[in-house]
Each structure stands twice: as structure tokens, then as C-alpha cells.
């Protein structure tokens, strides 16, 4: 496949958003490039994901979060506030030994996500 530039656009667009929906991505390549339209973004960004260049996040309901392949860490959804917030892949060490014990299963926490309540959340709850 050849790096065509409204593909190289999508994929300089993800670099700068850091975590970007397939909208927003429209958004920022239609900034340099007005004619690129949204249904060009999904299938550029599943060619980049195909190739291994980016990757897709579900973080709660709603369209998939893009990020670079290198860009590895577990994400913390807040389901009161929308707050999105990161920790190392390190964090789940100790989960994923034991499902790899216990359950064979091999955990890829470099692609999830994780809802729950944020602190300030859950300080808002209790105060």
C-alpha cells in the first residue's frame, strides 16, 4: 500500500491529537486538506491500523479513540464526568501474570480501557 497524502495527513493528525475520534481527526485534516471527508478518515484510519501505524480504544460508549502504535498505556474512563485519564501498561502486571497463570490468557493492555469513577467524582459523591 502506498502512503497516499490524505493517508499521511490522517495519520500526522493522529500524532498531534494524541487521542483522537475519527471525527475529530476529520476536523484537524480538513484544517489543511477541506475536500478529505469522513468516510476517507474511517477507512484511512483502518488501513493505518491494518498496517500497524495506529490504534483503536473503545473508551465507554460512542466512536473509537485513535492513538500511534507506540503510544501504550491503560486508559481510566470516568462514567459520571467523561474525564479520560492514563496509566503505565506496568499498572496491570500483576492481572495479567495471574490470568496468564490461571487462564492461559494473554492480556494486550496496551488496547484498554478501564471505567470507573474518577476522584473527583466519587469526592463529589461523598462530600
Do not use: W
Request: charge should be negative.
Amino acid at each position: 500500500m502506498r502512503m497516499t497524502p490524505q493517508r499521511q495527513l490522517v495519520l500526522d493528525a493522529v500524532r498531534e491529537l494524541g487521542h483522537a475520534t475519527p471525527e475529530q481527526v476529520c476536523r484537524k485534516v480538513q484544517g489543511t486538506a477541506s475536500t478529505v471527508n469522513i468516510t476517507t478518515v474511517y477507512r484511512a484510519l483502518d488501513l493505518l491500523e491494518e498496517l500497524g501505524l495506529v490504534r483503536h480504544t473503545h473508551l465507554g460508549h460512542g466512536a473509537p479513540t485513535y492513538s500511534v502504535e507506540e503510544h501504550e498505556h491503560v486508559h481510566l474512563a470516568c462514567h459520571r464526568c467523561g474525564e479520560i485519564d492514563e496509566v503505565p501498561t506496568e499498572t496491570l502486571d500483576e492481572l495479567a501474570d495471574q490470568l496468564r497463570r490461571e487462564r492461559g490468557f494473554e492480556l494486550d493492555a496496551t488496547h484498554l480501557a478501564l471505567s470507573g469513577t474518577c476522584r473527583s467524582c466519587r469526592a463529589t459523591e461523598a462530600g
